[in-house]
């Protein structure tokens, strides 16, 4: 036989009724009140009976009934205003029972100076007894009130746990990383869920002091522990708060457990929980962008403010990955406005939404249009008069530009010209170009093209003031559009293969953040004609960073997903570079930005090759055009590319 309920169904014949009270209902606050309230009473009168040494008949007369009636009338707003009955008893926690003796200690010192103030001399009772009385009462109320809510967690935890033993129910094994109060204050959220789908096994902390020690009756362990607890008791997941993951001893913890198949959960901090308490939405996968990334990058931000304060700049490319990065971040040093430009309807207005959620829409202005095309650029400077220009617009699909040389040079070299040329007719303070790592010694069309805008850049600062041409170099930033991360977690989610263009192939990696960080500072330090190359790490093996998206998944390599090696694509080499042979570096006082004594070029000679490209671009002739790069570049070597034969013809 079943009863129905609105929200339960309960077998008659299994009715409890003790799971009935310790259900996920919550109850009325102002029950818990008048729970508490009651508590205080009979506490008070029991206080009053052992040190007054009077008899329950003897607490009805005027003196000891006033008594108590007076300490309710101030009790009830004490604790109203402390809001203890606002608590879900079930959830308390340590920060709940401090406010009971808190509130309770309140109410016996307004008591003790209202008594003296009106019981003692208009009813002319004797009251010497009353310290005492308040003494015990104290510890008696607080106690019980305490006991009440840890026996209340307990009760409903039990009865829960019985539940979910009834339904077969597998709780999860999960640690959490570190044993501080936002490690407790996790534990507890991680037990509150209403999901009810996780049990957790430990905390994982090095600190000796607090290794083998326990902590709400969980233990601390070693991080060396985690492969023992593992294999002992099956832990599936480590949890730890995303504002923890840029420490290096975390770091490695949380490698180890990639590494022993245990998926790694981030939550956010405790600040952003809705309404204070965590939802199970919040538990996210640990993203691959936050195991690589590194300490933050700490900024001489009063520089930036100095170059940006109160300045008109635009953003080419403004719409993509590091453009609306930069975009972001500019908006932090309040310039008088932004301009944002792309070509790319769609990501543009998205990125203007983005700003309107800000309530920054007076800071930017949009303009859609390709810096292709050099009358519209022309009415852009007019219009807004900008001050200072980060040119992030780039082709940078390696296959893809190989495929199409003609794009890349209308856009790298042609596009790069038209904003460079307008910047100095207008007076622009600074220009500041963002390149790439494929821009040294080139095997493709998309990275020779961004060295001729380099070679471009780097030659119109002969002889002029104004503007700073300043060029950027930097590598693979994750996540952005084109980037192999968001590629494999496609691929992973698809259930494989994760394809891999060759085992030994190599990358240099930053996050977009990271990247767009360096790219202001050194856009505040340059003086013109300089190329900033950012300190990148260690190059990374793509291969190694597949097996960790796949394990971070909580998949099996091999088993689960396959990696398949496609072979190396137009154009693609095996390891990457920041500088030239050729070239030379010199400190900066930031230790991650250095600059390249690049080799130079006389600015009619640069003029005269890059009008050549482009006249033998405008004619559709990608050999001719292709040949005159490499003869401009002469570290240029096809790789993997229809284009080899001209390197027999030139350097052979």
């Known amino acids: 036989m079943l009863i129905s309920f ?17 259900q996920e209902k919550v109850h009325s606050r102002w029950l818990i009140l008048f729970i508490d309230q009651f508590i205080l009473s009979w506490a008070l009168c029991m206080s009053l009976l052992l040190i007054h040494r009077i008899d329950f008949i003897g607490l009805l007369d005027l003196g000891h009934l006033a008594y108590i009636i007076l300490f309710h009338f101030i009790a009830i707003p004490v604790f109203i205003l402390m809001e203890i009955h606002t608590g879900i008893i079930r959830y308390s926690n340590t920060k709940d029972m401090v406010r009971i003796f808190l509130a309770v200690l309140l109410s016996s010192i307004l008591f003790t100076g209202v008594s003296n103030l009106f019981i003692v001399p208009y009813l002319q009772l004797e009251l010497s007894w009353l310290d005492t009385v308040l003494l015990l009462n104290f510890f008696i109320s607080s106690s019980l009130l305490i006991l009440l809510r ?13 539940a979910d033993g009834e339904r077969g129910e597998q709780k999860e094994k999960i640690l959490i990383y570190g044993s501080d109060s936002t490690a407790i204050l996790l534990k507890q959220a991680l037990e509150a869920l209403q999901e009810n789908c996780c049990q957790v096994m430990g905390f994982i902390d090095d600190d000796s002091d607090k290794v083998n020690k326990y902590i709400e009756q969980t233990k601390v362990y070693h991080s060396a522990a985690i492969e023992t607890l593992a294999r002992k008791h099956g832990i599936q997941k480590l949890v730890v708060s995303s504002n923890l993951l840029t420490l290096e001893p975390k770091k490695k913890t949380i490698e180890k457990s990639v590494e022993l198949g245990i998926k790694v959960l981030t939550v956010p901090p405790s600040s952003q929980w809705l309404y204070g308490k965590l939802q199970f939405s919040q538990l996210k996968d640990l993203r691959i962008e936050e195991l690589l990334q590194r300490e933050p990058i700490l900024l001489q931000r009063q520089n930036i403010f100095r170059e940006v304060l109160g300045k008109r700049i635009l953003v080419t490319g403004a719409a993509g990955s590091i453009g609306s990065e930069i975009v972001r ?33 007076h800071k930017v202005k949009i303009y859609m249009a390709s810096i292709q095309n050099p009358d519209r650029m022309l009415v852009l400077f007019e219009k807004y008069k900008p001050q200072i220009v980060f040119h992030a617009a780039a082709c940078k699909h390696v296959p893809m530009m190989e495929d199409n040389p003609a794009e890349a040079i209308l856009t790298n070299v042609a596009g790069t010209k038209n904003l460079a040329d307008i910047s100095i007719a207008f007076g622009v303070e600074k220009f500041v170009m963002i390149s790439t790592d494929k821009a040294v010694k080139p095997t493709n069309i998309m990275g020779a093209s961004k060295r001729l805008a380099e070679i471009y850049i780097q030659s119109l600062n002969e002889n002029r003031c104004s503007p700073k041409f300043i060029t950027t170099r930097f590598g693979n930033v994750m996540g952005s559009n084109g980037s192999v991360i968001p590629r494999f977690k496609t691929q992973i989610e698809r259930g494989g293969p994760v394809t891999v263009t060759h085992p030994d192939i190599t990358r240099y990696f930053m996050t977009i953040s990271e990247s767009v960080q360096l790219v202001l500072e050194a ?13 990148m790490g260690k190059p990374i093996r793509i291969v190694d960073l597949a097996l960790k998206m796949i394990k971070l998944a909580g998949l099996s390599p091999i088993r689960d997903i396959k990696i398949v090696y496609s072979g190396l694509r137009p154009g693609e080499k095996l390891h990457e570079e920041l500088l030239h042979q050729k070239e030379q570096t010199i400190p900066t006082h930031h230790q991650k930005i250095k600059i390249s004594r690049t080799i130079s070029y006389s600015s009619p ?14 004619l559709n002739d990608n050999y001719a055009t292709v040949r005159k790069m490499k003869e401009i570049i002469p570290e240029f070597r096809s790789n993997n590319s229809i284009y080899e034969d001209l390197d027999h013809l030139l350097f052979e």
């Open 150 to 162: 840890i026996v209340v967690k307990g009760l409903f935890s039990y009865f829960k746990d019985l």
């Open 523 to 535: 856009a505040a330090m340059g003086n013109g004609g300089e190329i900033f190359i950012f300190d």
């Open 605 to 618: 000679y640069v003029q005269t090759v890059i009008d050549e490209v482009l006249k033998l671009n405008q």
């Open 6 to 22: 609105p929200f339960t169904v309960i077998r008659y014949q299994n009715y409890n009724p003790m799971k009935r009270i310790f």
């Open 329 to 361: 971040q500019l908006l932090n040093y309040q310039p008088e406005y932004v301009v944002l430009c792309d070509q790319a309807e769609t990501p543009l207005h998205e990125l203007q939404l983005e700003v309107e959620d800000l309530a920054l829409s």
